[in-house]
């Protein structure tokens, strides 16, 4: 049963400190997203990589985010220096396009999230 | 700017009791819509894909029609288990290479037995 993983699946920070979030997308997917989900906004896109290239980082603020893959199986997000406002839960999720289209088909696949607290 | 908008926010269902879940939208050049189903501590599961209007698909209980302007989500004779948050998610840009999925904030279906 294919999954995208992510970790860690909770942490509690300190404002101020890194945060790093990783996800491995199922193996064979070329697009990757990065959401977060509070009770006030629902789900956010912050970034989006197809082919580990940024195609989409609007929905991100710039000044503390970034977001990579360094490799085909691996896509990070970082939050430096983190602040409380960022406590949320993010998701990745990974799908597949083809021809550098879409392929809608099957939706994309979410992981299971990081749950983050910033004190 | 595009928008998804899903009504009611949060539905109560007494078992077998059966209901319509609302998603509107407005967004330039639909590619397809999603819906998706989030239980608590969870991510998004994918149930079905929806790309013009007049299509439906089915699962179990659950049955997505798609219009020009809405989707409905029907639940028939709905069990215990299908307590959850259902999501709604457009993809636009069409005719574009891109594919990002925007959300509505969903509705919280609680059915009791």
């Known amino acids: 049963d294919a999954r995208v993983t992510q970790t860690p699946r909770h942490k509690v920070t300190e404002m101020g400190q890194e945060v790093t979030m990783r996800c491995q997308p199922i193996?064979?997917?070329?697009?990757v997203f990065w959401y977060r989900q509070t009770m006030m906004q629902g789900l956010e896109l912050l970034a989006y990589?197809?082919?580990?290239?940024?195609?989409?980082d609007s929905g991100m603020p710039k000044d503390r985010f970034s977001a990579e893959m360094p490799d085909a199986t691996l896509a990070t997000l970082k939050i430096q220096p983190s602040e409380p406002r960022d406590s949320a839960v993010y998701f990745c999720?990974?799908?597949?396009?083809?021809?550098?289209?879409?392929?809608?088909?099957?939706?994309?696949?979410f992981g299971s999230g990081t749950r983050l607290t910033v004190v | 700017e595009d928008q998804v908008t899903q009504s009611p926010e949060a539905l109560r269902l007494q078992e077998g009791e059966s209901s319509s879940l609302n998603c509107s939208y407005t967004?330039?050049?639909?590619?397809?819509l999603f819906w998706y189903r989030q239980d608590p501590g969870k991510g998004p599961e994918f149930l079905f894909t929806l790309y013009s209007a007049g299509e439906e698909k089915e699962k179990e209980r659950l049955k997505a029609t798609l219009t020009k302007k809405e989707s409905f989500l029907h639940i028939t004779a709905p069990k215990p288990e299908d307590s959850a948050t259902y999501l709604c998610a457009v993809v636009a840009d069409r005719g574009s290479t891109l594919g990002r999925l925007y959300f509505g904030r969903g509705t919280q279906l609680t059915v009791w037995p």
């Open positions: 193996l064979g997917h070329n697009t």
């Open positions: 967004v330039s050049g639909l590619r397809g």
């Open positions: 990589f197809r082919n580990r290239a940024p195609l989409d």
């Open positions: 999720a990974s799908g597949l396009a083809m021809e550098n289209r879409p392929r809608l088909d099957y939706g994309y696949t």
